[in-house]
């Protein structure tokens, strides 16, 4: 089935450690996103990429970092200057030119 | 970056009630999504609305691109307790997506 998978769904971590969430896609999209989820609050972008080996900041980059080696993968690395990373992430794509975004299932990061 | 304006923040109904959200926005938007999230989940298309104007049904799911493209709605008719989660608005410029706040629905049996 195509589809977006991220992984793990529950991760802890020690704070001052960094962290990769995944995101794998096998939808041929071109562009992947990921967005920060907490509560009582809509989505935030962190990064997004339209091609392979480009990406762009969104609105809360500060403290995440990304790569996109290759098209369906987009994994997204939350480091020890992010000052509050435990919340819930989000990766998305699209195909670029259409107007539809489809989620993963999330990853729940908790820092402790 | 831009968030949409998204209203009620949560509703509390009975089982079998109709319920009705909006979104609105400063800025116009090319497309208007409507997704639902269930609890430690990722948010699910519900529907996708391409022009100003349209209405587009989806079973109990109604919803209207406004005419200014600054606004949408999503009324959902006779509820039912699966209906219960998060409903997102998203709008669509360019490459990029923009979200309401989310409305929190409630379904009483």
């Known amino acids: 089935d195509g589809g977006i998978t991220q992984s793990p769904k529950y991760l802890f971590r020690k704070e001052g450690q960094n962290v990769t969430l995944s995101c794998e896609q096998n939808l041929n999209h071109d562009a992947m996103y990921w967005y920060r989820q907490d509560p009582g609050q809509g989505l935030r972008l962190i990064y997004y990429s339209q091609i392979v080996n480009d990406f762009q900041k969104g609105d809360i980059a500060e403290g995440y970092s990304v790569s996109r080696e290759k098209k369906e993968s987009f994994p997204l690395t939350v480091t020890s200057a992010q000052k509050n990373p435990t919340a819930f992430y989000l990766c998305?794509?699209?195909?670029?030119?259409?107007?539809?975004?489809?989620f993963g299932q999330g990853t729940r990061l908790t820092v402790v | 970056g831009q968030q949409l304006n998204q209203s009620p923040q949560s509703m509390f109904i009975q089982e079998g009630e109709d319920v009705s959200m909006n979104c609105t926005s400063s800025s116009i938007f090319n497309t208007w999504l409507w997704y639902k999230q269930d609890p430690g989940e990722g948010p699910v298309l519900l529907i996708a609305l391409y022009k100003a104007g349209e209405l587009t049904s989806n079973g109990r799911l109604t919803a209207q691109f406004g005419i200014t493209r600054k606004d949408s709605f999503l009324n959902i008719s006779a509820s039912i307790p699966s209906d219960v989660g998060i409903y997102f608005c998203a709008g669509q410029r360019g490459n990029q997506f923009y979200f309401g706040t989310g409305t929190s629905l409630t379904v009483i049996p």
């Open positions: 998305a794509s699209s195909i670029i030119g259409e107007t539809e975004a489809f």
